[in-house]
């Protein structure tokens, strides 16, 4: 029993490190890139428009949809790790 809540304990820690990973990279792409460092990045062109404007349009965006195809690789590996994977 005292193994069982051990692993649970890895695979939350585990798991948390993955979501708090995600969030701060979703953080700083949407909200720093796009409002807080949009004046540093205006003279760097993409698209025909500043990167600070496409971070804040279209990037922040791409890269949450990035961060849940990586989130649920990596949860998948997680999973098959600590034996809870579905298959």
């Known amino acids: ?3 069982q809540t051990s692993s649970g304990e890895a695979y939350w820690k585990a798991n948390l490190r993955i979501i708090i990973v995600s969030l701060i990279i ?6 720093g890139f796009g409002i807080l460092l949009r004046p540093m990045l205006s003279g760097i062109m993409v698209g025909g428009t500043d990167l600070g404007f496409w971070f804040a349009q279209q990037g922040s965006i791409l890269v949450f949809l990035v961060l849940i195809f990586f989130y649920a690789f990596r949860m998948n590996k997680l999973d098959k790790e600590f034996g809870v994977d579905e298959e």
């Open 26 to 31: 979703w953080a700083i792409c949407s909200f």
């Open 1 to 3: 029993m005292a193994d």
